[in-house]
């Protein structure tokens, strides 16, 4: 609701300043509005920009979804041809002045009586000369409508093509926006069966043993798999929900390497009610455990999470080592797709930065929530 309210407050400060543009570059500035009340040619421009207005929006909200999107380009072309008569129209009907003549100037004395008014001298009295009366001032003419025509349709013709730029735009993110959510809902729906397989193993192997860890690793599945097909489908989760995802994430990477890696694990901070787009956090682990992880080599995991009030970082570093099952642990859901969700759910709101170096490979990751 926020959200509308302010969409609506933007337009309507867009829609004044745009009727207030014709007076910025004016001498008069402002104090030519006053003029409106009984000046004609300033009511046919405040009209013209109005309909401009109108033009924008229909166009906007109408026309080119119904009619351009639907590439019935000639129906468009006809109803935007349509929308400038029917402005032209009411132009000429509020301003019936289009109808009548120009007014000029009352007419003067005949030549040859100016003539002879000219050629008499001038009379005397006590006080001097008497000199003619001045001819009368031309009285202000109103443009002439060509003018106002051509006004109209540069105003018309902008509408046009602004909405036009603008529908075409938020199309073109529209249409990004749904490919990569599409994309993630593919990837979301699933959970890899490398790692799937391997923690069933792992369960399984502990079963046997009748360890009293297998209660547990089978919940912290149960609720991994719940969170990837069900509560991550939504745009945005709390985040202490994301926390537990990847707590339970690496809880069952602990369980399934045992002793063989050293993984160094923390969260500190607790979140306030936060939300954070779902799944934004786990590429840069799996990625740690994917590329950091063989036991037949001194592997080290380090993984921070911490959250000060809006502020989440996440860190994660591992060394680098030879990994002979490529998609172990990943889900797919790499890092390119995290960089591009990250571009679109928090602009201008993240800091990203990976050292890639031939030892090790480290993430720092700041998100403002």
């Given at each position: 609701m926020n959200r509308t309210y302010w969409t609506i407050a933007i337009h309507l400060l867009c829609g004044v300043s745009f009727l207030a543009l014709p007076y910025i570059f004016v001498p008069k500035g402002f104090s030519q509005i006053a003029e409106i009340a009984h000046n004609p040619h300033e009511q046919t421009n405040l009209l013209a920009y109005l309909f401009m207005l109108g033009v924008f929006y229909l166009n906007y909200y109408v026309l080119i979804p119904k009619l351009y999107f639907a590439k019935k380009y000639v129906f468009y072309a006809g109803s935007t041809l349509f929308c400038f008569g029917v402005v032209v129209l009411m132009l000429v009907s509020v301003d019936r002045q289009y109808l009548i003549p120009q007014h000029t100037a009352p007419a003067g004395p005949p030549p040859s009586e100016l003539k002879t008014a000219h050629q008499l001298p001038p009379k005397f009295d006590a006080q001097g000369p008497q000199m003619p009366p001045p001819p009368p001032r031309a009285t202000q003419e109103k443009p002439p409508f060509g003018f106002e025509l051509s006004h109209a349709l540069f105003l018309f013709l902008v509408g046009v093509f602004v909405s036009l730029s603008l529908r075409i735009n938020d199309r073109l993110r529209e249409t990004e926006r749904q490919k990569l959510n599409t994309e993630l809902s593919f990837l979301k729906a699933q959970i890899n069966p490398h790692f799937l397989f391997?923690?069933?193993?792992?369960?399984?192997?502990?079963?046997?043993e009748q360890s009293s860890k297998t209660a547990d690793a089978v919940v912290k599945l149960s609720s991994l798999m719940?969170?990837?097909m069900r509560e991550a489908d939504a745009d945005w989760v709390p985040l202490v929900k994301e926390f537990s995802y990847v707590e339970n994430y690496v809880a069952l990477q602990q369980l399934r390497l045992d002793d063989t890696v050293t993984v160094d694990f923390s969260i500190t901070g607790k979140p306030n009610g936060q939300q954070i787009a779902p799944l934004i956090l786990i590429s840069f682990i799996e990625n740690a455990?994917?590329?950091g992880v063989n036991p037949q080599e001194k592997s080290l995991v380090h993984i921070q999470l911490s959250i000060a009030e809006n502020r989440l970082h996440l860190r994660t570093f591992n060394k680098k080592v030879r990994v002979f099952y490529d998609e172990e642990t990943s889900s797919g859901i790499g890092i390119e797709?995290?960089?591009t969700r990250l571009q679109l759910m928090y602009p201008a709101k993240h800091l990203l930065t990976i050292t890639d170096v031939p030892e090790s490979f480290t993430v720092d990751l700041t998100i403002e929530l």
């Open positions: 391997n923690t069933l193993n792992t369960i399984y192997s502990l079963a046997i719940r969170y990837v455990f994917k590329y797709n995290t960089q």
